[in-house]
């Protein structure tokens, strides 16, 4: 290994997981608490991330959005894993609301809270740009087939209806703002010059930078407050019946959906950019998401399957995650 390129990695992870300990510590001292999670949790799902995105997707040039290594392969990458993983819940007998978690803890990772600052640590706002066309496009197919897999397996007691499932995906702030950003992206599209910077009125750039500065001012607070709120939420609950259930879905989580998604990319999208690659990858590698177990708690599927499932990733992931950076940025 390259002293340089370990240091480097250490410098977009650290931070990460340093920001995640504090939360976690900050919980065990009652500092936060769930009221505190909640309202931070609000805040930044509402309003700091899509100003962030906005903000960032915005100025991006328009071609640069529908990348098959960001959009297609992920997505791609989440039926093989389903497929495997629904194989091996049908060989070992899994049925209902475990079933259920087994399969959808294989690809269902917090892209959000956790993939945006790696991502921006890494390759900065082009990284964050195509990390918010990943979480705008990819992310809402994981929600909807995490639901189909809870209907399918017959699991959950709250709402089962699809037009609500359908909402809940698609119908949210992270989506609503990367596709407003994109619209915004391709508004601009028409005011470019020939040499391709904007051509505008010298009291609409100044306006325009002065909303830029306040919208990522407002969302440059979201991404240090979520993984205060993820770390403080962290809780354990046991469940030593499910060791081998459990190995698997963690084990898939880190490493192998994203080497599937890593593979895929350099199989079909050979010229993709080393951003592309990164975010892919980055954004496939992180571990179980929150919104999974706050789901899982309203449907009432598996709840300590899932909670030890997303410790337990949160957790390796510091190992697997600078792994994973160390791969994909030497391209």
Same mark, same amino acid.
């Given at each position: 290994?390259?002293?340089?390129?370990?240091?480097?990695?250490?410098?977009?992870?650290?931070?990460?997981?340093?920001?995640?300990?504090?939360?976690?510590?900050?919980?065990?001292?009652?500092?936060?608490?769930?009221?505190?999670?909640?309202?931070?949790?609000?805040?930044?799902?509402?309003?700091?991330?899509?100003?962030?995105?906005?903000?960032?997707?915005?100025?991006? !040039? +328009?071609? *640069?959005?529908?990348?098959? #290594? /960001?959009?297609?392969?992920?997505? $791609?990458?989440?039926?093989?894993?389903?497929? =495997?993983?629904?194989?091996?819940?049908?060989?070992?007998?899994?049925?209902?609301?475990?079933?259920?978690?087994?399969?959808?803890?294989?690809?269902?990772?917090?892209?959000?809270?956790?993939?945006?600052?790696?991502?921006?640590?890494?390759?900065?706002?082009?990284?964050?740009?195509?990390?918010?066309?990943?979480?705008?496009?990819?992310?809402?197919?994981?929600?909807?087939?995490?639901?189909?897999?809870?209907?399918?397996?017959?699991?959950?007691?709250?709402?089962? !209806? +699809?037009? *609500?499932?359908?909402?809940? #995906? /698609?119908?949210?702030?992270?989506? $609503?703002?990367?596709?407003?950003?994109?619209? =915004?992206?391709?508004?601009?599209?028409?005011?470019?010059?020939?040499?391709?910077?904007?051509?505008?009125?010298?009291?609409?750039?100044?306006?325009?930078?002065?909303?830029?500065?306040?919208?990522?001012?407002?969302?440059?607070?979201?991404?240090?407050?979520?993984?205060?709120?993820?770390?403080?939420?962290?809780?354990?609950?046991?469940?030593?019946?499910?060791?081998?259930?459990?190995?698997?879905?963690?084990?898939?989580?880190?490493?192998?959906?994203?080497?599937?998604? +890593?593979?895929?990319?350099?199989?079909?999208?050979?010229?993709?950019?080393?951003?592309?690659?990164?975010?892919?990858?980055?954004?496939?590698?992180?571990?179980?998401?929150?919104?999974?177990?706050?789901?899982?708690?309203?449907?009432?599927?598996?709840?300590?399957?899932?909670?030890?499932?997303?410790?337990?990733?949160?957790?390796?992931?510091?190992?697997?995650?600078?792994?994973?950076?160390?791969?994909?940025?030497?391209?």
């Amino acid at each position: 290994m390259e002293i340089t390129r370990v240091m480097d990695v250490l410098v977009i992870c650290v931070p990460v997981f340093a920001v995640l300990g504090l939360g976690k510590l900050l919980g065990i001292k009652g500092r936060i608490n769930e009221e505190h999670c909640r309202f931070i949790n609000w805040l930044v799902y509402t309003f700091s991330l899509p100003a962030l995105i906005i903000n960032e997707v915005s100025r991006q !040039r +328009f071609d *640069s959005f529908m990348d098959p #290594a /960001v959009v297609l392969m992920p997505i $791609l990458g989440l039926l093989i894993i389903t497929a =495997v993983t629904m194989l091996i819940a049908r060989i070992n007998g899994y049925k209902g609301g475990f079933a259920a978690a087994f399969v959808f803890g294989t690809f269902w990772g917090n892209a959000t809270y956790v993939g945006f600052p790696l991502c921006q640590n890494a390759f900065g706002s082009e990284g964050l740009a195509k990390a918010a066309i990943y979480n705008g496009f990819v992310v809402p197919f994981f929600i909807l087939t995490g639901y189909a897999l809870i209907g399918f397996y017959g699991a959950g007691t709250g709402e089962t !209806r +699809f037009i *609500s499932r359908v909402k809940t #995906a /698609v119908l949210n702030p992270i989506l $609503l703002s990367a596709v407003f950003g994109i619209g =915004v992206a391709l508004a601009g599209e028409q005011l470019r010059g020939a040499d391709g910077e904007l051509a505008l009125p010298l009291v609409a750039e100044s306006s325009l930078s002065l909303i830029s500065s306040f919208m990522k001012m407002i969302g440059s607070m979201g991404l240090p407050l979520a993984l205060l709120s993820i770390g403080a939420s962290l809780k354990w609950e046991q469940t030593r019946a499910h060791l081998g259930a459990l190995a698997w879905t963690v084990g898939a989580k880190l490493l192998i959906f994203p080497l599937i998604v +890593f593979t895929l990319v350099r199989m079909f999208c050979p010229d993709s950019s080393a951003e592309a690659l990164g975010v892919s990858v980055i954004l496939s590698s992180v571990p179980s998401a929150v919104a999974m177990y706050v789901i899982s708690c309203a449907v009432g599927v598996e709840r300590g399957f899932v909670s030890s499932m997303l410790v337990i990733s949160t957790a390796l992931s510091v190992i697997t995650i600078p792994l994973w950076v160390y791969a994909v940025t030497g391209y």
